[in-house]
């Protein structure tokens, strides 16, 4: 039973475009998401977060969209650059503590220079 | 700034025997959070501690499995006898406890079962 969903393994996008990423989820309780990005051989790095009372949170190149109606959340990387090729995580919490966290199975990133 | 420390970063033993994975959280964070990646389930976590104490441990496979955090700068994950199907990346995490504090993580032990 996969409470959050990452559906695409796989993303190429062209540098400097948009890169959209996709995550839904089914357990109502969650209310605190975060995404974090994992370079090969390394631990999980944290980028963006988002509390269920808002709707959209930026930071920098970085954008989170969450559609508590839908379950669903999105992360928005513009202008895309080569740095951030990578495999981006999913993650949710139940308590907005940012403890218990259930991620998803990945989407890796592949920036084309 | 330190980050999360892991020990050892790979290690190959054969089924049966005991391994250790060692954990030195960052300074200053007080909860502490042992993960493990496989193919099949992805990144789960196993348990947590906070201010030393295992909060939840409900991820935790199996008997053969312990954690211990006997101070707030060193934790264990002890695989006693361990079997090929614990061979997975284990991650150890730390995070400070203020409202809206990430979870960091260290870079993993890669453990292989024979």
């Known amino acids: 039973d996969q409470q959050v969903k990452q559906n695409s393994p796989s993303l190429s996008v062209q540098e400097g475009r948009i890169s959209i990423l996709n995550c839904d989820y089914t357990n109502s309780m969650f209310d605190y998401f975060l995404w974090y990005k994992k370079y090969p051989a390394e631990g999980p790095t944290f980028l963006i977060s988002?509390?269920?009372?808002?709707d959209k949170n930026e930071d920098g190149r970085f954008t989170v969209f969450l559609n508590k109606s839908a379950k669903h959340l999105s992360l928005h990387i513009v202008p895309s650059q080569p740095g951030d090729s990578a495999v981006y995580f999913c993650?949710?919490?139940?308590?907005?503590?940012?403890?218990?966290?259930?991620f998803g199975t990945g989407t890796r990133l592949t920036i084309i220079p | 700034d330190a980050g999360v420390i892991q020990s050892p970063r790979h290690e190959v033993t054969e089924m049966g025997q005991e391994v250790t994975l060692r954990c030195k959280p960052i300074?200053?964070?007080?909860?502490l959070f042992w993960y493990r990646q496989t193919m099949m389930r992805g990144l789960e976590l196993l348990i947590y501690f906070n201010n030393n104490v295992p909060i939840d441990d409900s991820g935790m496979p199996e008997d053969r499995f312990s954690a211990k955090m006997p101070n707030a700068s060193f934790s264990t994950l002890k695989i006693q006898p361990s079997e090929p199907r614990d061979s997975a990346v284990y991650f150890c995490a730390s995070r400070h406890r203020a409202p809206g504090q990430p979870q960091h993580f260290g870079d993993g032990t890669r453990l292989s079962i024979l």
């Open positions: 300074s200053g964070h007080n909860s």
């Open positions: 993650a949710a919490s139940p308590e907005g503590g940012n403890e218990k966290l259930t």
């Open positions: 988002i509390s269920s009372i808002k």
